[in-house]
């Protein structure tokens, strides 16, 4: 079964950067480029016709996220991949996004508040993934009973990826999740 992303977000939360660098990488090269406005990308394919992805690079522009679904489907078709693990690699950020996973590792609390890092394993793009937080007062101790008692947490951020770490930050909501009861 193939899975399309058409989360409105997520497509737009795409970096163009990060799709010129994938391309480059995976044996696409850039035929044409419009400071500001767009690339034109090209890669031949098993019978000997080229394909070619027009990368827009401003994501303001309307119609960004669909550019992006176009690209994703181009995409998974020459490289018979899904698109979440297309995806996967190109996501540098994802704005307010829910999280839920289980508390793996409480680090060593700060000594000048009531406040730590911890590292969740979490779901990202369909992969379960390690998620770097650090969590203040109320929700550190949340964390800490979540990890104690092997209950699974639910919170809402920003999610950032650095080379291959990701990063939740302007954490909301952190809380047990409760619905894995129902």
Known sequence: MNVTVKDINILQSIQPQQVANYLQNHGWHKQNHLPDKASIWIQGNKGGESVTILLPLNQDIPGFPVSMSVILETLETIENRSQLEIIS???????????????????????????????????????????QMELFNHDYILAIKAYQERLPIACTGDLVREDSCFFLKNIRNFALDESWKN
């Not at 999280?99 to 793009?125: E, K, M, W, Y």
């Open 89 to 131: 690699e190109l996501i540098t950020t994802a704005n307010n996004i829910k999280i839920l996973g289980f508390v793996r590792q409480i680090h060593t609390p700060n000594a000048d508040q009531l406040s730590g890092n911890i590292v969740i394993l979490g779901v990202v793009c369909d992969q379960l993934r390690e998620i």
